[in-house]
């Protein structure tokens, strides 16, 4: 049995990631904080092939130690794809920002997304149809006022896969590294970014992605040959390319 992990998969995103991986008779293992919106998409999985094992892991990745244990936690499961998903935003000036918010985004978006992607790296990086795909943004790209350091944590996210997935072609790795830039996507990430109740897109945003849409376009990454998907944001068309950022072997 093999196993596609996703992070942050009990909303947006993740949740529909899973959902269309379900659809191609991937089982899955579903990681975030909320266990009931987990167990509520276990079942809407087991409505759509009730043959696929799903597993639920709990857990608050800001934490380091628990990143580990969950990776541990894992070694009897062979695991196909590895979606670093999880991501929190921070939307303020930063004079306004919580530094206990800045934290937790910094250990969610580049400590753990590191972590798991160096563990996965060092298992399967030589087992054949195995991918690791990590969750940047638009804003990894360009920096965005008033978002500085949610942006710079996804500059981080870019450089570091698009780094990753070109070391590895040259040691001609079976493992390949991906990496989905998603623009605004209609998720709880707006509220929770901007610590609000709930967002409206529809009469804030002129324009988005839905959460399905994003995961349509997560397959067609995980289908391509190409390295990144980016959803352009003033077209809010999506491409799928080759790394932007520079690269030299050391
Ligand atoms: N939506 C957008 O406009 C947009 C644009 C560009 C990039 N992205 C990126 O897309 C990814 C998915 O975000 P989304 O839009 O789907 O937002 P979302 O609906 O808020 O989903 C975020 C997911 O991350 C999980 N998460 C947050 N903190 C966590 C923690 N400490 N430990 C474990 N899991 C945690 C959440 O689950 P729990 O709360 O249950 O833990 C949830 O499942 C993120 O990396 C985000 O940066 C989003």
Same mark, same amino acid.
């Not at 276990?42 to 990143?67: M, T």
């Not at 195995?130 to 942006?151: D, E, F, K, P």
């Given at each position: 049995?093999?196993?596609?992990?996703?992070? /942050?998969? !009990?909303? /947006?995103? #993740?949740?529909?990631?899973?959902?269309?991986?379900?659809?191609?008779?991937?089982?899955?293992? $579903? *990681?975030?904080?909320?266990?009931?919106?987990?167990?509520?998409?276990?079942?809407?999985?087991?409505?759509?092939?009730?043959?696929?094992?799903?597993? *639920?892991? !709990? *857990?608050? $990745?800001?934490?380091?130690?628990?990143?580990?244990? +969950?990776?541990?936690? @894992? %070694?009897?499961?062979?695991?196909?794809?590895?979606?670093?998903?999880? #991501?929190?935003?921070?939307?303020?000036?930063?004079?306004?920002?919580?530094?206990?918010?800045?934290?937790?985004?910094?250990?969610?978006?580049?400590?753990?997304?590191?972590?798991?992607?160096?563990?996965?790296?060092?298992?399967?990086?030589?087992?054949?149809? +195995?991918?690791?795909? %990590?969750?940047?943004?638009?804003? #990894?790209?360009?920096?965005? #006022?008033?978002? &500085?350091?949610?942006?710079? +944590?996804? =500059?981080?996210?870019?450089?570091?896969?698009?780094? $990753?997935?070109?070391?590895?072609?040259?040691?001609?790795?079976? @493992?390949?590294?991906?990496?989905?830039?998603?623009?605004? +996507?209609?998720?709880? =990430?707006?509220?929770? !970014? $901007?610590?609000?109740?709930?967002?409206?897109?529809?009469? %804030?945003?002129?324009?988005?992605?839905?959460?399905?849409?994003?995961?349509? @376009?997560?397959?067609?990454?995980?289908?391509?040959?190409?390295?990144?998907?980016? &959803?352009?944001?003033?077209?809010?068309? =999506?491409? @799928?390319?080759?790394?932007?950022?520079?690269?030299?072997?050391?």
């Amino acid at each position: 049995m093999k196993y596609t992990v996703i992070t /942050g998969a !009990s909303s /947006g995103i #993740g949740y529909d990631t899973a959902l269309a991986f379900a659809k191609r008779d991937k089982n899955l293992i $579903l *990681i975030a904080r909320r266990e009931d919106k987990m167990e509520q998409l276990k079942q809407e999985i087991k409505n759509i092939n009730s043959n696929l094992d799903v597993v *639920i892991k !709990s *857990i608050d $990745l800001s934490i380091l130690s628990n990143v580990y244990q +969950t990776y541990e936690s @894992l %070694n009897n499961y062979e695991i196909e794809t590895w979606i670093n998903n999880a #991501g929190l935003g921070n939307f303020s000036p930063l004079k306004e920002q919580s530094l206990n918010k800045i934290e937790a985004m910094l250990n969610l978006n580049i400590q753990a997304l590191t972590i798991f992607s160096t563990l996965f790296i060092k298992d399967y990086a030589d087992v054949e149809n +195995t991918q690791l795909i %990590n969750v940047s943004s638009a804003g #990894g790209y360009i920096t965005i #006022g008033n978002l &500085v350091t949610y942006s710079a +944590t996804k =500059f981080y996210v870019s450089a570091f896969t698009e780094g $990753l997935a070109q070391e590895l072609k040259t040691k001609n790795a079976m @493992l390949k590294v991906k990496l989905l830039a998603p623009a605004v +996507t209609e998720t709880e =990430f707006e509220q929770n !970014s $901007l610590g609000l109740e709930l967002f409206e897109y529809e009469s %804030n945003i002129p324009q988005f992605n839905t959460s399905k849409e994003m995961a349509e @376009l997560m397959l067609q990454l995980y289908d391509s040959d190409k390295i990144l998907g980016l &959803v352009d944001e003033n077209t809010y068309h =999506f491409k @799928l390319q080759d790394p932007i950022f520079p690269f030299r072997n050391a």
